[in-house]
């Protein structure tokens, strides 16, 4: 069971979706059709200085990966081999393990030997699988008997696959990735409010009919969005306190009378 929880920004909510979906195909079509993302239940908002809300889901790769009489794959030993140890000074095994598994220390220094046919072979990689607490060496030939996949090769392929999601989410947790897949904006209502009366009261009040490029609407949000990172703007952009005691004002008439009418005009 992957305990790993993901913390992933509605913005890069569909692009990992998308990725994930495609690792699943190819997992399918190796006989592993579980790889896939379960997003849970509930949400948390970060408020951001410039007025924007970043909303954040909670997400878990699922590993329902096939198990044979109740072995499942943990991980894959990379042996680098005696002579680079000797060179590097370094010894051990690179060890790229499922999500969530936990892998014996002594298998950091295991030598390329299978605990199944009791072989020990020149191998680059050998393979760790589990049944509860028993955890055992195996090479990529004897692999196949306790995954239950067709080939080494593809039950191999399908752990990798599950790492890959793994990795996939802990990438998708910063914002910033793949420049973000054009999620919704959220803003935080009071904050934006401000900047619509600081604007207002500036320039007086646009609608997006009248003048495409000067609505008031948009212009607070870039001035708000500007302030929060600032660039380029004065004092003089920022709202006063009666701007934002005006946003207030606004917020509370909205919420209280306006919602508790049947029928409502356009501009209202
Ligand atoms: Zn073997």
Known sequence: MNENIYKIPTINLGTL??????????????GSPDVGMEILEGYEDVENDDGTVTRFYQ?????????????????????????????????????RAVPG???PERFRTAEPWCEH?????HRKDTFVVARDDEYKQVG?????????????????????YLIQADELCAEAMNDD?????GGPTLLRTEHYLAYVAAEVRRNGWT????????ATADCAIVTMQLVGKNHYTSDVQKPLERDWEKAQR???WVREELAARDRLGDYE
């Open 17 to 30: 979706e998308k990725k994930i979906e495609r690792l699943s195909r190819r997992a399918a079509k190796l």
């Open 117 to 121: 046919c009791n072989v020990r072979r």
């Open 250 to 252: 606004a917020l509370a």
């Open 177 to 181: 990735w793949l420049g973000g897949s």
């Open 59 to 95: 997400v878990r790769v699922t590993d329902q990966a096939p198990r044979l009489n109740g072995w499942r794959f943990v991980a894959r030993l990379q042996h680098l081999g005696e002579g680079a140890w000797s060179c590097t000074q370094v010894q051990g095994n690179v060890i």
């Open 101 to 103: 598994e936990s892998v």
């Open 207 to 214: 609608s997006r009919s009248t003048d495409p490029l000067r």
């Open 140 to 160: 990529s030939s004897c692999l196949a008997d306790f995954t239950g996949h067709p080939s080494p090769d593809s039950a191999a392929q399908a752990a990798e």
